[in-house]
C-alpha cells in the first residue's frame, strides 16, 4: 500500500512543504494557561461573536482547542450534550467548562464573568439611552451582515466536526431528522427536544443494562477530562460563590429570583426563554413590567444583532427596565449562578457516575438532538444572512460569498476565527457601496 501523507510525516514534508511547516507549527507545545489569558480570550470571544451560544461555542472550541492547545481539539463541541442537558446558557456552560477544567472554580468564574461582561456592558448603554448609533445607516448595516455571514460560516464549519463525531447508528439519524422536523416545521421548543433524547436515551440503556447487554464505556478522551475534574477541590469555592450571590440577592430579591428561575428554565440555548419572556414582561396581564409588543420585538432584535450571549443581553435590558443598573447586574448574576452551581457538581460526578446506565443514556440520547439544534441554529443564521428574510427567501449574493468563504477557510485552512469575523465585517461595510450591491432587508423580524 503507498505511503498516506496524512500519515506519513516524512512524506508529507516531501510532497507539500506547507503542509509540513504547519504540521511542525502544530507540534509546538502549548501555551500556558493563565486566568488573566482565560479572561481575556473569553472577554474577546463575547465582544465580537455576535448571536449567541452556538456561535460563541463554535469560536471558542477553534480558540482554546487549536489555536491556544489548552484543550483537546473539538473538546467543547464534544461536550454539547453536556452543556445541553444541564440549565443554563450554553456560551455560560462552555466557559464553566473550560475554566473549571483549567483552574477549577476560580477558573469558573473567571471565564463565566468575561463572557457576561461585554453584552452587559452594551447592553447596559443601550437601556441607559444611549441609542445614539445609527442602526439604520447602510455601512452599520453592512458590516453586521458581513458579521453574521461569517458566523453563518463558522457555525456550519462547527456543525461539519459535530456531525462526523456524532451521526453514527440508526438511532442519530433518525433523531436528527425527527428533531430538526419538529422545530423548523412545527415550531418545537428546543427544550422539549433536548429532554426528549434524555428519555430515549435513558429508556433504550437501561433496558439494555437489565437484559445485560450493555457494554462497559470506552475509555477514551473524554473519561480522562473527566478525571481532571474528579480531582478539583470546589467545595471552598461554591461556599464562597453561594455567599457572593446571597450578597448580590439581598441588593434586589425579588430580580434575582425572577432571572434565577429563568436560568433553572434554560435548556438548549437562550432563544428557549423568549416564550417565558414574553409570559413574564409583555402585555398587560404580565407580572413584570407590561411591555408593548412592539417594544419586545425591538428588543429581541438588539439582543440578535449585539454580541454576547443573548439571554445575558435580554437579562440585562430587562433588569434594568425593573431597577435600574443595579437592576441590570442583579438579573446578570441570577440568571448565571444557577448553573455555576449545577454544571460544577455535574463535571465532578461524571467520572463517578460514568458507568451508570441512566447518565450514558442521557448523553447517548442527547447527542443527536445536539446536532438537530445545531443545524436548526445553522438555518437561523443563514436566514438572518445569506437570505434575505422575505416570503421568497432571494440569496444575497456577497452574504454568501462571505459565509462561504469563511467556513471554507476555517475547516479548511484553520483560519483564525477573529480575524474572519473582523474582515468580513470589514468588507460587508465598505464593499456593497463600492460596487452598488444592494442589502436588501438586513435584519428580519424575529
Known amino acids: 500500500m503507498p505511503d498516506d501523507p496524512a500519515t506519513n510525516p516524512a512524506r508529507a514534508s516531501a510532497t507539500n512543504p506547507a503542509r509540513a511547516s504547519a504540521t511542525a507549527s502544530a507540534e509546538e507545545p502549548p501555551r500556558k494557561p493563565t486566568l488573566a489569558r482565560l479572561f481575556w480570550e473569553y472577554l474577546r470571544i463575547a465582544a465580537f461573536v455576535v448571536g449567541g451560544g452556538y456561535a460563541i461555542i463554535a469560536v471558542a472550541d477553534e480558540t482554546f482547542g487549536r489555536r491556544l492547545r489548552w484543550l483537546r481539539e473539538g473538546e467543547l463541541v464534544d461536550r454539547l450534550p453536556v452543556f445541553q442537558m444541564i440549565p443554563g446558557l450554553i456560551a455560560g456552560n462552555s466557559a464553566i467548562y473550560v475554566g473549571l477544567r483549567l483552574f477549577g472554580l476560580a477558573g469558573a468564574a473567571t471565564a463565566l464573568a468575561a463572557v457576561a461582561l461585554p453584552s452587559f456592558c452594551i447592553i447596559l448603554a443601550i437601556a ?27 457555525v456550519a464549519s462547527t456543525l461539519v466536526a459535530s456531525w462526523r463525531r456524532t451521526m453514527r447508528g440508526a438511532y442519530a439519524w433518525v433523531a436528527l431528522a425527527l428533531g430538526v422536523a419538529a422545530m423548523e416545521g412545527f415550531g418545537a421548543n428546543p427544550a422539549h427536544v433536548l ?51 446571597a450578597a448580590v440577592a439581598a441588593c434586589s430579591p425579588a430580580v434575582f429570583a425572577t432571572f434565577a428561575k429563568f436560568g433553572l428554565l434554560c435548556f438548549g440555548g437562550g432563544n428557549v426563554l423568549v416564550p417565558v419572556y414574553i409570559r413574564e414582561f409583555v402585555g398587560p396581564g404580565a407580572p413584570h413590567l407590561r411591555l408593548p409588543a412592539e417594544d419586545f420585538g425591538n428588543l429581541l432584535a438588539i439582543t440578535q444583532m449585539t454580541p454576547g450571549p443573548i439571554s445575558v443581553n435580554a ?97 479548511a485552512r484553520k483560519a483564525h476565527v477573529t480575524t474572519l469575523i473582523l474582515v468580513c465585517a470589514a468588507v460587508g461595510m465598505l464593499l456593497p457601496r463600492a460596487i452598488g450591491w444592494s442589502l436588501g432587508p438586513p435584519f428580519p423580524n424575529p
Open 195 to 245: 429532554v426528549a433524547g434524555m428519555l430515549f436515551g435513558i429508556a433504550w440503556t437501561c433496558a439494555r443494562a437489565a437484559r445485560g447487554a450493555l457494554p462497559p464505556p470506552a475509555e477514551d478522551a473524554a473519561a480522562a477530562e473527566d478525571a481532571v475534574f474528579a480531582e478539583r477541590p470546589v467545595r471552598r469555592g461554591l461556599l464562597l460563590a453561594a455567599l457572593a450571590c
Open 315 to 411: 437579562a440585562t435590558f430587562f433588569g434594568y427596565r425593573m431597577e435600574g443598573a443595579l437592576g441590570s447586574f442583579v438579573a446578570t448574576v441570577g440568571l448565571l449562578a444557577p448553573s455555576l452551581l449545577l454544571l460544577t457538581l455535574a463535571l465532578r460526578s461524571l467520572a463517578r457516575w460514568r458507568r451508570n446506565p441512566v447518565v450514558r443514556g442521557l448523553l447517548w440520547g442527547v447527542a443527536p438532538a445536539t446536532v438537530a439544534l445545531m443545524v436548526v441554529a445553522t438555518l437561523v443564521f443563514a436566514r438572518m444572512s445569506v437570505f434575505d428574510g422575505t416570503v421568497s427567501l432571494r440569496i444575497r449574493p456577497l452574504a454568501l460569498l462571505l459565509a462561504s468563504g469563511a467556513g471554507w477557510a476555517l475547516h
Open 128 to 154: 441607559r439611552g444611549y441609542a445614539w448609533l445609527p442602526m439604520d445607516a447602510a455601512w452599520l448595516q453592512g458590516a453586521f451582515l458581513g458579521l453574521r455571514s461569517a458566523l453563518t460560516g463558522v
